[in-house]
């Protein structure tokens, strides 16, 4: 059934149907090719895998982010950022680089993370000499933090897939999401030098630093506030996520007085979109990950890999290989949820910890939303940066090659991912 599922996904993916239809359709008639099960069992599997309490942190997730970035929180990110790092060589690209993590922690989504700092960042570094595409590419490749840096959609769709607690996978995810940025401003530091990119003349004053961290001081908590409500058990994922939602409505609504009932109602009309899509995404690949379960894929692949003497570094390495190139083809969200329950027993086979083994994926299918042909943030950011995606995709491959030397470590060094869940946990 397995084949049947791939061959018509593929074909109803090249005549355009979107990927949820696709999926579910695709199930659909592998189901009812195959003959072995109810075609009742379709509705059933994907009505249970929406009905999960914790997946109510998906959309308050979504919005928090949403009304954070209706508000003026991501410009006082960027001025602390700047005040922090805009006197080192790069300038404006170390504070995109920088904000990234920041605001990271904020929207938990590599996309909207490019929406809020590319349309901020991208100006202002053309107008200081940067081309159009280095802008862009620095924006789009800095925005992957956004899914390490806790919280994390990714990490709590994954959580929910595979049963792993979401606490420890944001805790996981601190030390690479801030391995991701420090080499990202480290390779922004050495183009500068050849590329002529400019940087502040002084450093930023005493008074400059202060005036800057106090402003952008409440919206640095925001995720300080709510990792460690989970990791100290007084809240879940989901009530946490609530908590979210309510201190953006108080830093933009009450505090910074900057979101008016108009930005609102819109900003709840997009979050409410943006939170079908993977929710109906999830639901129909639900169907797709109970056949592999039933028809046991898992044990079939740790068996193929134990009879091959795979070493486990090897295995890794095979299935980076392989998330790189769906990555290309898919988004994070469907390839997250139909490959973690395949490829986990296998990972696991070979030694590898659940919580790293997420790690591991989000990082390998967020560098996918940096690459054509389907990649969100690289048609995002082309957009923003008024730039094609070929030229965009050229100019990202320095950047891209940083990631995947961070995901390498990340995935042969478990201690970075394992280190902060082991001290908590």
Known sequence: ??????????????????????????????????????????????????????????????????????????????????????????????????????????????????????????????????????????????????????????????????????????????????????MLMAAVFTMAKRKKWPRREQRATR????????????????????????????????????????????????????????????????SAINTAVPLFILATTSVTAWIVAVERYPATLVTLFETGGYGPWTIILLIILFLLVVGMFMDLVPALVLFAPILLPVAEAAGYDSVHFGIIMIMTLGIGLVTPPVGNCIYLGSVIARVGVGRLSIASLPFLAVNMLALCLVAFWPWLTLALPKLFY
């Not at 790092?85 to 504070?95: E, F, N, P, T």
């Not at 989901?238 to 930005?263: C, H, S």
Request: a neutral charge; proline letters at 4%; aromatic letters at 8%.
């Open 1 to 182: 059934m397995l084949l049947t599922i791939a061959l018509v996904f593929v074909l109803l993916l090249l005549i355009g149907v979107p990927i949820g239809f696709g999926m579910g359709l695709a199930a659909t008639i592998a189901i009812w090719l195959d003959g072995s099960y109810p075609l009742l069992i379709i509705g059933h599997k994907m009505v249970n895998a929406i009905s999960s309490f914790s997946l109510v942190a998906v959309p308050l997730f979504i919005l928090a982010g949403a009304l954070a970035g209706e508000t003026s929180i991501a410009q006082r990110l960027v001025r602390f950022a700047d005040a922090i790092v805009g006197h080192i060589r790069g300038g404006l690209g170390q504070v995109n680089v920088a904000a990234s993590m920041f605001f990271g922690g904020i929207s938990g989504s590599a996309v909207a993370d490019t929406a809020a700092l590319g349309s901020l960042m991208v100006p202002p570094m053309e107008r200081q000499g940067y081309t159009r595409e280095d802008a862009g590419a620095i924006t789009i490749c800095s925005s992957t933090i956004g899914v390490l840096i806790p919280p994390s959609i990714p990490m709590v769709l994954y959580g929910i897939t595979v049963g792993e607690s979401v606490g420890q996978l944001f805790l996981a995810g601190i030390v690479p999401g801030l391995l991701v940025g420090l």
């Open 207 to 270: 008074r400059e630093l202060w005036e800057s961290f106090k402003s952008a001081f409440l919206s640095l908590l925001l995720p300080i506030f709510l990792l460690g409500a989970i990791v100290s058990g007084l809240t879940t994922a989901t009530e946490a996520g609530v908590i979210g939602v309510i201190y953006a409505l108080l830093l933009g609504g009450v505090i910074y007085r900057d979101q008016t009932l108009m930005q609102m109602w819109k900003v709840l009309v997009n």
